[in-house]
């Protein structure tokens, strides 16, 4: 196996790396330097993904590439920040510089599509997982956190929800076409970064859907203090999803399922059409599902049901 | 096992969390939200420490925890960046909450001696793992860097050598006396940040020694586009590291063994009783160990057999 240096320096130094903006020095010291625009707050978060836990091993190397960076990014798509930077910290079981290639072409397709640097990296041995810190901006303030749900909001999504979980059902069906729309809303979900920014000033609180929309509605209205009630007819399904799933398991999906990495949004229903056009300037649909109440817990679904697939689902998610 | 959320909520937010300097939003949100100084840059970086790749698996679980930080903040003080915050992502393979009780202590007591608060969080299933992001500050144009090393120059190190190497050798014996000042070495390394930070605008050019003496000036070296003759006879050794492995054992380790994470710094001649005043008044010793030169390479030493011991050591470092 190529030394960690050697790793590094061919696929983690993304190839058009020069002097980029805010990188007063990238990778290759002991630490990156970065110039924050000033008057900025930071927006930090990582998240690891893991082979066989949060993706199948034999996914395409590039889409593992794409989706680690994705499921980052989506949390600073949740606060309304500007991505800037990326770390990555990756564990790699063999030396397919193929497949390492692939996966680097992913990463780094998504970084320059989302405006981030990848400023520095560390490679080990170990069991295949892919850590990656983000770092964007956001002006003080204006910042969409978990904790501003009021009474009264309209709980709105944006897109479609269950296409993650239709997803890996058909892969694990052994579906392989990557054209298929579920597989690629599995396999290559698109951090609504564009959205969240859009959604800054109109929107009381936001969070991704990475758990699951109930799962995460929960955190939501944990961290508001206050309850909701659902409409789960009014839930955009994703393309393809009843024909795939069923019915049903449909609704379970979209209720409970993970990996959609869509925004859920609490916001005053006199600014949900203006919040409505923002997005569609965009292509990305916004729905209203559901409503804020001042009375803890969710209504309007069978919690008890959507439990059952949460457990299903527990292995992969 | 406890959930992820759980996990988080118990172990990784430090006790005495509340409102800190410069963390508007701490652990809890999709990000975390940090304000930087006015005028400062970032420097961050990630390392990931894998059990029995980078430690014993059977290590004290307050030591690993300790470990890992320190390991990413040595690439803070070899910046000489003053360090602010922390982010860990866990891989977790059970759910021993006494070793993760310990394994929290050790890290926490290591972010509140340094200054670094942790904003951020991530548990996942898999074989024990931890990667730590640091982020610092620094002024800009005083950050030190591998590259400014000059022909002239004198090589000088902080504290001693050898014990990592040393401590583990002895882990690996069998010993178990935490007292003992080699296994304290290799189990619980000091990050030389105040030493880093002393070093300002003094060093030429700087760099922490994780993988062994010989090998991080061999990145000094060529980041500067110089040489380098070594002074072995005056590397500083680690106290009872002769008496553990024997001299010439104990030379290797010194030149080659891994996990020291002393600085090694190049420096104008002129200015190093300045460092070592400045160094001495935090109880740190810096000893010249050779003198920097236009012409590439390494000599004073053999490197045929320092190359040997570092082979031997491969799996360990």
Same mark, same amino acid.
């Given at each position: 196996?190529?030394?960690?240096?050697?790793?590094i320096a061919?696929?983690?130094t993304?190839?058009?790396?020069?002097?980029?903006a805010?990188?007063?020095?990238?990778?290759?010291?002991?630490?990156?330097?970065?110039?924050?625009?000033?008057?900025?707050?930071?927006?930090?978060s990582?998240?690891?993904?893991v082979?066989d836990?949060?993706?199948?091993?034999?996914?395409?190397a590039?889409?593992?590439g794409?989706r680690?960076l994705?499921?980052s990014?989506?949390?600073?798509?949740?606060?309304?920040a500007?991505?800037?930077?990326c770390?990555?910290?990756?564990a790699l079981?063999?030396?397919?510089e193929?497949w390492?290639a692939?996966?680097?072409h992913?990463?780094?397709?998504l970084?320059?599509?989302?405006?981030?640097?990848?400023?520095?990296?560390?490679v080990?041995?170990g069991?295949?997982?892919?850590?990656v810190?983000?770092?964007?901006?956001?002006?003080?303030?204006?910042?969409?956190?978990r904790s501003g749900?009021?009474? $009264?909001? %309209?709980? #709105?999504?944006? @897109?479609?929800? =269950?296409?993650?979980?239709?997803g890996l059902?058909? !892969?694990q069906r052994g579906?392989?076409?990557l054209?298929?729309?579920?597989l690629?809303?599995?396999?290559k979900?698109?951090?609504r970064?564009a959205?969240g920014?859009?959604?800054?000033?109109?929107a009381?609180?936001?969070?991704?859907?990475?758990d699951?929309?109930?799962a995460?509605?929960?955190h939501?209205?944990?961290?508001s203090?206050?309850?909701?009630?659902?409409e789960?007819?009014a839930?955009?399904?994703?393309?393809g999803?009843?024909?795939a799933?069923g019915?049903e398991a449909?609704?379970r999906?979209?209720?409970c399922?993970?990996d959609d990495y869509?925004?859920?949004?609490?916001?005053?229903?006199?600014?949900?059409?203006?919040?409505c056009?923002?997005?569609a300037e965009?292509?990305?649909?916004l729905?209203?599902? $559901?409503? %804020?109440? #001042?009375?803890? @817990?969710v209504? =309007?679904?069978?919690?008890g049901?959507a439990?059952g !697939?949460?457990?299903?689902h527990?292995?992969?998610?």
């Amino acid at each position: 196996m190529a030394s960690e240096f050697e790793l590094i320096a061919r696929y983690l130094t993304p190839a058009a790396s020069g002097a980029r903006a805010g990188v007063p020095l990238g990778v290759g010291d002991d630490c990156a330097l970065l110039a924050p625009q000033p008057g900025r707050h930071l927006a930090v978060s990582v998240d690891t993904s893991v082979a066989d836990v949060h993706f199948p091993a034999d996914a395409p190397a590039e889409a593992i590439g794409h989706r680690a960076l994705a499921v980052s990014l989506s949390d600073l798509a949740a606060m309304g920040a500007e991505p800037r930077w990326c770390l990555m910290a990756l564990a790699l079981g063999d030396d397919d510089e193929t497949w390492l290639a692939n996966f680097a072409h992913g990463f780094h397709s998504l970084c320059q599509a989302s405006g981030t640097a990848l400023v520095g990296g560390d490679v080990t041995r170990g069991e295949l997982a892919i850590g990656v810190t983000v770092m964007g901006e956001v002006i003080p303030g204006e910042a969409l956190t978990r904790s501003g749900a009021r009474d $009264g909001d %309209v709980l #709105a999504v944006t @897109g479609c929800l =269950g296409g993650g979980a239709g997803g890996l059902a058909l !892969w694990q069906r052994g579906e392989r076409d990557l054209d298929h729309p579920l597989l690629e809303r599995y396999l290559k979900p698109q951090p609504r970064l564009a959205a969240g920014l859009a959604l800054r000033n109109l929107a009381h609180a936001a969070i991704d859907i990475s758990d699951g929309l109930l799962a995460d509605l929960e955190h939501l209205l944990e961290a508001s203090g206050v309850g909701a009630r659902l409409e789960p007819e009014a839930l955009p399904l994703a393309e393809g999803l009843v024909e795939a799933l069923g019915e049903e398991a449909a609704y379970r999906a979209a209720l409970c399922g993970g990996d959609d990495y869509e925004l859920l949004v609490s916001l005053p229903g006199e600014r949900l059409d203006e919040a409505c056009r923002r997005l569609a300037e965009q292509g990305l649909t916004l729905t209203p599902i $559901g409503t %804020v109440s #001042a009375e803890p @817990g969710v209504r =309007g679904v069978d919690i008890g049901g959507a439990h059952g !697939w949460q457990h299903f689902h527990g292995g992969e998610s």
